[in-house]
């Protein structure tokens, strides 16, 4: 393949990968969004490969997460360049298994190294990010493959929709005798995700109460009364909770009188439980601070806190907290995962996990950052709703404020970015999906199996040349007794 050819293989990949996600949101590309890549790469040692494959990784991140450059300036550079390792790693790991097992066992193996390699770059590591995964293209309002993430996780659904990149790419350039393979891989991959999206319905969890009502309000000012006046508006609603979004508070709302007291009066005044955002002190770092929810019940009393585990790298964004949030309330138990805490399956899910009926996720997502940014930001939770089957109540700073319900559908929303509110009704759920009990297991149980089979592949001493069909059996010379292999 000439240099041209591979490189706008790789340029039409990168361009496919990113019209599937947000602004444009065209998902229906991410099944084949990778094919031009795996093709791209399919007959390079391990070393051209993850060259290639870098580049790929880095016009992806520099189309598709060109928010990175409102956020930090010039340091998006290496932060794209981090983003396309992994990409590197995967295009290189992928041509050593070739190598290892032959091209038959990669259309198999290719699906499962993917899985590894996203989950490691999105969730395993300090730099862990989650934007742009395979399987978040599917979060999509319009696409109802989504549900099968009740099953699989949002990294499960990446590895079936790889399993058909695969598939595709194979049926194009390998020879007969593999055609057969990709198009059981194509089958298999599209068949678990049709059955597991109807499966949804059938194995939900059945809800636990009556519906709630509850209003989100949508401000990025830092200004307290704003808000205030904005709860105050949506009053006549009568609801049962008024949530704010991450940070709304400057300072510590639990012990600072003038900001603990509006609020109170708040709750006294509409008789809901008010939820909102501050910086509290912290009890032995005076330099710095918890990024906290603070409940106060309809008496005006502060009932619960939780601080952000998940903190966001190269921000200013307080000490991580330590212990998963679920506020007990009398309309049953919310669970907690501030902003970026909802980015990773392991925080909602461990909070399901410990009696959460309904997910509470307040956002902070500066309005210069641009409007993919937080839409990209939304897929993930909408993936955290499907996956537990809890609905998510997301308050934004500057939107989108969202109701998201179980089957990832928005229920109520606030695109504008002006300051606004949210009116609608949530449902609590007791019972555990497949994906929160057992399902969360594949991405890890993908990295075993990949440690085996690089370890087996790179190491062995003796490997065939598989994309040669003469290696397959020995070839007998014209010398009597003797028998020569490739």
């Not at 900001?259 to 005044?269: C, D, G, I, S, T």
């Not at 899910?349 to 500066?366: F, H, K, Q, S």
């Not at 989108?400 to 695109?415: Q, Y």
Request: proline share 6%; with cysteine.
């Amino acid at each position: 393949m000439t240099f041209a050819k591979r490189a706008l293989l790789i340029v039409l990949s990168a361009l496919l990968y990113v019209a599937a996600f947000p602004t444009l949101g065209l998902w229906p590309l991410i099944f084949v969004a990778m094919v031009p890549a795996l093709i791209a790469t399919r007959d390079l040692d391990p070393w051209p490969a993850a060259k290639w494959g870098f580049v790929h990784g880095f016009l992806v991140g520099a189309l598709g997460i060109t928010w990175f450059w409102n956020i930090f300036g010039h340091a998006a550079i290496p932060l794209w360049a981090i983003f396309a390792a992994w990409f590197g790693v995967f295009h290189a790991g992928r041509s050593g298994l070739r190598k290892g097992f032959g091209p038959v066992a990669v259309i198999w193996l290719t699906p499962v190294w993917w899985t590894a390699v996203e989950f490691f770059r999105a969730e395993c590591y300090y730099l862990r990010c989650t934007f742009l995964c395979l399987g978040h293209a599917l979060a999509a309002e319009s696409c109802p493959l989504r549900l099968a993430a009740s099953w699989f996780g949002a990294y499960g659904l990446g590895l079936l929709v790889m399993g058909v990149n695969v598939a595709v790419a194979a049926l194009i350039v390998t020879a007969s005798r593999q055609r057969k393979h990709a198009l059981s891989v194509a089958a298999a991959s599209l068949v678990m995700l049709v059955i597991a999206t109807g499966a949804a319905f059938i194995t939900s969890p059945s809800p636990s109460g009556e519906p709630v009502r509850v209003v989100l309000i949508q401000s990025e000012t830092p200004i307290i009364d704003d808000k205030i006046d904005l709860s105050r508006d949506a009053a006549d609603f009568d609801p049962a909770f008024i949530l704010w979004p991450e940070i709304t508070v400057l300072s510590d709302v639990t012990s600072n009188r003038m900001m603990r007291e509006p609020v109170a009066q708040l709750a006294k005044a509409t008789g809901a439980y008010v939820a909102v955002g501050s910086k509290l002190n912290h009890p032995t770092e005076s330099d710095n601070f918890r990024n906290a929810y603070v409940l106060f019940d309809p008496s005006g009393e502060v009932v619960a806190e939780y601080d952000k585990i998940q903190t966001v790298q190269f921000m200013k964004d307080g000490v991580p907290g330590k212990k998963y949030g679920v506020f007990d309330t009398k309309y049953g138990k919310l669970g907690i995962a501030i902003c970026y805490d909802g980015d990773f399956s392991w925080i909602p899910r461990n909070t399901v996990r410990r009696g959460a009926e309904a997910l509470v996720i307040p956002v902070y997502d500066g309005e210069h950052w641009g409007e993919r940014m937080r839409w990209q930001h939304l897929a993930a939770h909408v993936m955290r709703a499907v996956e537990n089957h809890r609905y998510v109540l997301r308050p934004a700073s500057s939107g989108p404020s969202v109701i998201i319900d179980p089957k990832g559908r928005l229920t109520a929303r606030r695109d504008a970015m002006t300051p606004g509110t949210v009116t609608g009704t949530f449902v609590g759920y007791r019972g555990q999906t497949v994906y929160t009990r057992f399902g969360w297991l594949l991405p890890y149980a993908c990295q075993a199996a990949s440690v085996v089979w690089l370890f087996v592949a790179l190491l062995s001493p003796r490997r065939m040349n598989h994309d040669d069909p003469s290696s397959l059996k020995p070839e007998r010379t014209s010398t009597a007794g003797t028998t020569d292999s490739n």
